[in-house]
Each structure stands twice: as C-alpha cells, then as structure tokens.
C-alpha cells in the first residue's frame, strides 16, 4: 500500500476517533473542551467577580458605571500526550477485512483514552481537597442516602442536602448550579429513597426518572456516572463512587478560557489523531490513537461535593 492510501485511511479512522461517543462517558459535562492553537497555556482561576450581577442601571447625565476590578489568578500550564496504540499481526490482517480490523483497532485505543479522560476528571471533581470551604459534604450515619427510614429512626433527607448544595454555590457565584453528576450507586439508593418517591403525585407511576430530579431540583443538566475500569488485580471498579457533584458550567456553545465556569478540559485544536506504524521486521502493524489535552479546575466556589452518599 502507497503512503498518499495509508494517509487517507489515516485521515478518515481521525474522524472515526473524533466522532466516537460512548453514554457512560460523561466528564464532558463537568469539564467542557475548550480547544488550544497552542500546548502551554494560561489558565484563569475564576473569583466571584467573574459570576457577579452588577448594577447596569443610568440615570441620564450619571455617570457610567464600572467595575472594580478583584483580579483574577493566572497560572501556565503545558498540555499533556496521552496516546494508545493497538497491534495488529499481518496473519490477523490477511484473515479479515482489512478497514474492518482497523475501525476495531481505532475504537479499542479511543476508548482507552477517553477512559483515561474520564478517570481524570473523576478523580478530580471526587477530591474533597479540591472544594473550597463550605462547597462540600460528607455523609455519615443516619445522613446517608441509603437510610430509608423505619420506626425508630427518621430517613435522611436527600433533598435537603441537595438544596443547600445549591445554595452554597450561588451565594458565592451569584448563579445556579446548572449541572449534577450522580454516580450509579449513588443514584440506586436516590431513586429508591421515599421522600423522592412522595414528590411524585399518586396518580403517576412510583418510578423516579431523570427528567423528573432535573424538575424538583431545578438542575437542566443531571448524568449518571456509570463507567467503569480495571484495577491492578483485574477487579472492575466505578469510576464514579457513591457521590454527588453539582456546579456551574458554561452554557455558551463556543467557549473560551475567559468563561467562568467551573471546569475544563483544554484540548490542543486537532490533536487528536490516528496513526500506524510498524515494528517485528514489519509483521506487526500499530494503530495509534494520540490526544493531547489536561483538565483544570478553574473555579472551585462553582461546584459542590457530597461525598458518602451510601
């Protein structure tokens, strides 16, 4: 095969990777891609000056109003590679279609670093030492999502807890929380718990939806984290634990460093691409998938951790 043939599959398994969509992937929507020309980059750390609803209003011959400006933290960064590569034998390759063998190479590596991606963002936005004072919670005792409540012992108040999550954000953002992950074990004891279930009138079916939470929390934007991984002992384990994350993020469709917001994930333009090359004397062919990003924390005060719901 000519190289100007092994570019063009080339060019076309880079949209393949570029498009692919996994649903349990879902860090995309607590850290948004903001796209860079460059590697280093300068990352604003957002104050409340950034959220603030100012007073706009001028009486004739007043004066113009102004801001004063807090100032803003600004730090460089240099993005970070992440590549991954699939090897395919030429006996594997001569035993099945040849384009066929490559889109499941492709799919194999992107997943991997889109896996990678998630795991990040994760374990970032899990950290309680990544919230500012009074933007976390941890559950304990009789707290905990997963008392429903008996006799004896009142159930915990899921909704209460939520409620002033967001209200610890928009008293020091000015805004809503728009956005609410819920990892998957977090969401089976939510679902099931009765002062959920008592908001939904009698005459409908028992059953606690998304689209239902997104109506009594007021949150547009509400994911289930239900992607998984394996350990160094081979054991499958939640990227998301028992834990609830809101925040602030950009609503706006092409954003740029300069929107506050909670997180990001700042992406080199283009930079994710598939490549092959060769080694073992040319029996073995490398699909290789290349991504070049980080994911930021920008504005802590914009999102809230309940931690231990279960």
Known sequence: MGRLEDLRINAYLSEVARGYRNSAFIAENLFPVIESELEKVD???????????????????????????????????TLTEHDLAYPIDYREEDESKKVKLQLHATNVVT??????????????????NNYTSGNKIILA?????????D???????????IEDAKDAIAGKIAQDPNTMVIGHESWKKLKRHPQI??????????????????????????????????DENGNFVKVWS????????????????????FAYTVRKKNALTIDEYRKEGNKLKYIRATDIYTPFLVGPEAGYLISDTN
């Open 111 to 128: 997943e991997g670093l889109k896996l990678k991606h998630e795991k990040q963002c994760a374990d970032l936005v899990q950290n309680p």
């Open 151 to 161: 006799n004896n012992i009142p159930a915990s108040d899921p909704v209460g807890v």
């Open 43 to 77: 990352i604003f750390e957002f104050n409340k000056e950034a959220f603030q609803v100012y007073n706009t209003e001028r009486a004739i011959r007043a004066n113009s109003n102004v801001v004063s400006p807090k100032g803003f933290n600004k730090k460089s960064a």
């Open 242 to 261: 028992d834990n609830i994350i809101l925040a602030y993020t950009s609503p706006l469709s092409s954003r740029t460093e300069y929107d506050p917001a």
């Open 141 to 149: 005792g009789n707290s905990k999502f997963s008392n429903y409540g």
């Open 197 to 230: 279930q008592g908001l939904i009138s009698n005459n409908q079916n028992k059953i606690v939806t998304l689209n239902f939470l997104k109506e009594i929390f007021e949150i547009p934007n509400i994911f289930i984290g239900k992607s998984v991984f394996v």
